[in-house]
């Protein structure tokens, strides 16, 4: 019949056809104007959002320099006040983390680490992160999630205290670890490919409407790419920023295609250029571990730089470390674990490691162990009267050992989820966590006449990769020179 509607319209029919006969909840899509598919008003988002922003609160460590927050907010604040739902009581905050990320809560709560602003050029480009996340939440993507039950999907994989160590990609498990939401864990672990390209494709228009270059989204996206390039060289690590950096292929089309779409500014309106204000507020920025976060006071994150790994013990344990192992325990002693390590003689399956090498041929409640693009195996079994729990991970050419102290009696249960939520948070170090010394801290300087990298590098602080690093902090990666006057970020 040639007066049916082309097929791609069907879905979008089928939608409001439901709706009309009160077959499922439905709303109009604040952002897009589109009808979609929901369980929850917009009462009850603003309630979720309060609750998961107050346990962000407690729970993660935030960063203390009033200008620089007032700042962040100030350029959020401009974007969500063109944003398509600038109703919204919208709040930014600044995590005190090395982690490069940011994220999103519903009802207008965004959230970025002060290891991603180090890695930004330009205040265009930090609203363009902003903007992201305005454009997840105007989009009600976080809702839609949850009504097409992923949240319950998520739920039904981690279950008891494993849900605060979710083994997304990047840095997830030990963001989520400190903050025990499964709301905050879908922020942080992306929401699909439509979903990021749409909020990209928002955040890009709330870029021009505020008068930034929208093109600066592509730009993070460069930036972004880069570290993530540079980590899977020197390390084989995985990237560790969701949404507009992990989803988007470089070079992506879609993408170019989408920011292309939104326009451009005229020259004459394009007043959002003067960076002046933005390096006045980056300077002094620390990067890597700051001393407020190191050790216990970040949760209790262990890094081990000579083995290149770092893992998180439960609150209060003692942590105690040779060379190439470490044990901590509980106050009373009676639950502990402790990492070996091993070099790897010959490549065979996690879980025939733990048979033919380590001999225990019983193990129970075993599974295999997938996180940060890491591969190991995982069960319990006892030995002499005593139940353990057994892990191995294998990181680069070597094998870690994992021997857990299950507490005996009442409580074994939970002493045994606390001891596989802690193996769950291993990973590798990541190039932007460690610099060696004191702390380190971002200055800028006006580059002069013969300037090069490689100089800089050779008096700079940085102890890993310094000549890259210092490219990637200032977007010259993986080549390319400032010309003599430009400003650039040292790490002093």
Known sequence: MSSLLPSRHLPLISLLLGCALGLSACAINPATGQANIVTMSEKRELEIGAEEHAKVMQSMALLTDDELNAYVNEVGQRLAAVSDRPDLDFKFTIIDSPEINAFALPGGYVYINRGLLAYLNSEAELA????????????????????????????????????????????????????????????????????????????????????????????????????????????????????????????????????????????????????????????????????????????????????????????????????????????????????????????????????DKLGIQNLQKSEALEQFRLIGYTGTTVSAGKSQRIAVIYLGPRVFIFTGDIKEGEGAGDSDQMLLASIRTFRAIQSNERFSGNESRIHYVQVAEGFTFSELARISPVGNYPEETLRLINGYYPTGTPNPGDWIKIVE
């Open 128 to 355: 363009a992160v902003l903007g992201h996340e305005i454009g997840h939440i105007t989009a009600r993507h976080a809702v839609q999630q949850q009504s097409r039950g992923s949240l319950a999907r998520v739920a039904s994989g981690v279950g008891g205290v494993v849900a605060a160590v979710a083994t997304g990609s990047g840095y997830i498990g030990s963001q989520i670890m400190d903050v025990g939401s499964l709301w905050a864990q879908a922020g942080l672990s992306g929401f699909g490919r439509e979903h990021e390209l749409e909020a990209d494709t928002l955040g890009a228009e709330y870029l021009l409407r505020a008068g930034y270059n929208p093109q600066a989204v592509i730009t993070v996206v460069t930036v972004l790419k880069n570290q993530e390039d540079f980590n899977t060289k020197v390390a084989n690590q995985q990237p560790s920023y969701h949404g507009l950096f992990a989803t988007h292929p470089r070079n992506d089309t879609r993408l170019q295609q989408a920011i292309s779409s939104v326009g451009a500014l005229p020259a004459s309106q394009a007043t959002l250029v003067d960076n002046q204000k933005f390096r006045d507020e980056i300077e002094g920025l620390v990067v890597g571990e700051s001393q407020r976060t190191t050790g216990t006071a970040a949760r209790n994150r262990y890094y081990q730089t000579l083995l290149g790994y770092t893992m998180v013990f439960p609150d209060n344990w003692t942590v105690n470390e040779t060379p190439t192992t470490v044990s901590a325990s509980n106050p009373t002693g009676d639950v502990g674990l402790k990492v070996e390590v091993q070099r790897m003689q010959e490549a065979i399956e996690p879980r025939l490691f733990i048979r």
